[in-house]
């Protein structure tokens, strides 16, 4: 499988379509869907199950998924890397970071740091905790922001914040009044959960396990 297939393997992957693949990538609608009937063919099992116009990725398609992230992480800073050279840019940084704190904290510090340094180019890139490590242990980025870092061979890391979690709801909701939320205050309420295998979803297993109360999310 080349790059080229991959490449179209993960936009029908994010969009679910081939119409918004083709979209994406500037080819026709036919060139996706004979790719991907290629890549079928050539990997001898599907990719993806097709259901009401739409096509939703199978496990192995998922498994092609994460495992070309790293691929394409280091061919967008080569890409980087090129234009750095063609015009002439002195500085360069590749930072990962993980979704919670790339969605809040992070754009706006890169902000203030890149109006400080107009000429240093950025490049920024959003995943999972293992994948942060892989691309700082890789040297696909300079620095990585996770939350709850452990230590890990060959990583030096610095703790640059401690905060706490905490629990939204609704103004007039029976637990609103309490300055603090125990886990067996919330196994009274259906309450939303978060996703098992984030380092937030598991703190908060954690924390349910810990005072020995069954964590039933509801959602």
Do not use: W
């Not at 300055?179 to 939303?192: G, S």
């Amino acid at each position: 499988m080349n790059l080229r297939q991959l490449e179209i393997l993960r936009a029908v992957v994010r969009h679910r379509t081939t119409l918004a693949a083709a979209g994406e990538l500037a080819v026709s609608q036919p060139a996706v869907s004979n790719a991907l009937k290629a890549m079928e063919a050539q990997a001898g099992f599907p990719l993806f199950d097709r259901i009401n116009n739409r096509l939703f990725p199978t496990a192995e398609a998922m498994t092609l998924y994460k495992e070309s992230e790293a691929i394409f992480a280091l061919h967008a800073k080569l890409e980087g890397r090129l234009r750095d050279l063609r015009e002439n840019r002195h500085g360069h940084l590749a930072l990962m970071a993980t979704p919670p704190l790339a969605y809040g904290l992070l754009p706006r510090a890169l902000a203030a740091f890149v109006r400080g340094r107009p000429q240093t180019r950025l490049f920024f890139d959003v995943r999972r905790y293992e994948g942060v490590i892989e691309g700082v242990t890789g040297r696909v980025a300079e620095l990585g922001f996770a939350l709850g870092l452990s230590n890990h061979v060959g990583l030096a890391h610095e703790v640059v914040h401690r905060g706490e979690m905490v629990c939204v709801m609704a103004p007039d909701h029976p637990l609103s009044a309490r300055e603090a939320v125990t886990p067996a205050d919330l196994a009274r309420h259906p309450f939303i959960g978060l996703e098992r295998g984030t380092r937030l979803g598991e703190a908060l297993r954690d924390a349910f396990a810990r005072d020995g109360v069954p964590f039933g999310a509801t959602v």
